[in-house]
């Protein structure tokens, strides 16, 4: 494992060009002008080769190797296809037979939403429709050439598909600038506007807009007015709801915030609680159940394998597994899916990945 670390290290000396991709998302700063999140959620176009996710870098090669390790000890991989096939079948009905929210792990929620319909184009088209998008935003032109009071009410789907596909991205890209003024500056901003197209477009199944409403959701009235009003006493199964569509249409990057949230509540949450009249009871508004602790660490897992270099990610994962006692207790409570194995690999995964950064990040000293 040293040797293994020493000869990255060089690398991080020797191909400085390497690690000054954009798509090496290192200072972690929320969608950032270099953050590959701010336009198409996830994925950037790399000035490397591979032209691929972010992850897709010299140290991302390295740990998705780490990874790839990993995944080779779930004896699982050892089964013929009918015993895996078995097994599968055996953990789904013992999962329906549990919390509803755990099926979500095995695959996708029973009763999903479909992702937005019909609109499945060749790749090239989508390449050609998200540069048009990005040279209005480099233009400073995205809301006077694509803003559409339309996007903020019910979408109709159209018979064609790239019309379909273009709203879906259009729609992205102005919630990011009326929310945040992402290509917009404060001139364009409005709030309001941005969340309400947010709202019409995953209720459509825009997978995009859906990651923008999971973040503006978690965020609350700070980022958009009236937000806390529609949560309203069920912000948890609203947030988590809108998180799970973006992943079920793709969009990897919605794992990280999701982890996030099914490990801890939201700051603004904390102590909260409402009446139920007819109950005469109190409850809280968000509640974290052992069950979203092991969802939390399952996204955590497919979160690093979209972006092994994504150090909150690996964080994450640790901070979930720092007090958990390996292979004890109930199925689906956390410590009774990991082994001192999988604590010993993340708690290396992180101080890896954080000596790369930090190496990636550091100016090559000149040879004397």
Not at 310 to 334: H, K, M, S, W
Request: charged letters at 25%.
């Amino acid at each position: 494992m040293l040797r293994s670390l020493l000869a990255l290290l060089c690398c991080a000396i020797l191909l400085p060009s390497a690690f000054a991709d954009t798509c090496l998302n290192t200072d972690k700063q929320r969608y950032a002008d270099n953050d590959p999140r701010s336009y198409d959620y996830g994925k950037c176009q790399s000035a490397t080769p591979t032209d691929n996710y972010g992850s897709l870098t010299v140290i991302g090669k390295q740990l998705e190797g780490m990874l790839q390790q990993k995944d080779h000890s779930d004896p699982r991989l050892n089964m013929s296809s009918a015993d895996r096939d078995s097994l599968y079948a055996r953990d789904r009905a013992t999962f329906a037979k549990a919390e509803y929210a755990i099926l979500c792990e095995v695959q996708a929620c029973v009763d999903r939403p479909q992702p937005y319909p019909n609109a499945a184009i060749p790749a090239e088209q989508q390449q050609a429709i998200r540069s048009e998008i990005r040279a209005a935003i480099a233009e400073g032109q995205l809301i006077a050439r694509h803003g559409d009071d339309s996007l903020a009410k019910k979408w109709v789907s159209s018979s064609d598909p790239a019309v379909n596909w273009k709203r879906c991205e259009v729609a992205t890209a102005l919630t990011r600038a009326y929310v945040y003024g992402n290509a917009a500056g404060d001139a364009g901003k409005d709030p309001a506007k941005g969340f309400a197209i947010a709202r019409a477009g995953c209720a459509a199944g825009c997978g995009g807009t859906c990651y923008e409403l999971g973040r503006i959701f978690a965020a609350g009235d700070a980022v958009a007015p009236g937000v806390d009003k529609v949560l309203g006493k069920t912000p948890h199964d609203q947030t988590v709801f809108a998180f799970e569509t973006a992943i079920r249409n793709g969009v990897t990057a919605a794992y990280e915030p999701l982890a996030d949230l099914n490990r801890q509540m939201p700051a603004r949450y904390v102590g909260k609680t409402y009446f139920k009249l007819a109950e005469l009871d109190s409850y809280s508004y968000w509640i974290n159940s052992y069950t979203d602790r092991r969802l939390a660490y399952r996204q955590y897992q497919k979160c690093l394998k979209a972006e092994p270099t994504n150090l909150n990610c690996a964080r994450g994962i640790n901070l979930l597994l720092q007090d958990v006692t390996p292979n004890q207790g109930y199925n689906f409570e956390l410590k009774g899916d990991v082994s001192l194995e999988d604590i010993a690999f993340y708690k290396d995964y992180q101080q890896k990945l954080e000596a790369l950064l930090s190496a990636a990040q550091s100016p090559a000293t000149p040879a004397p």
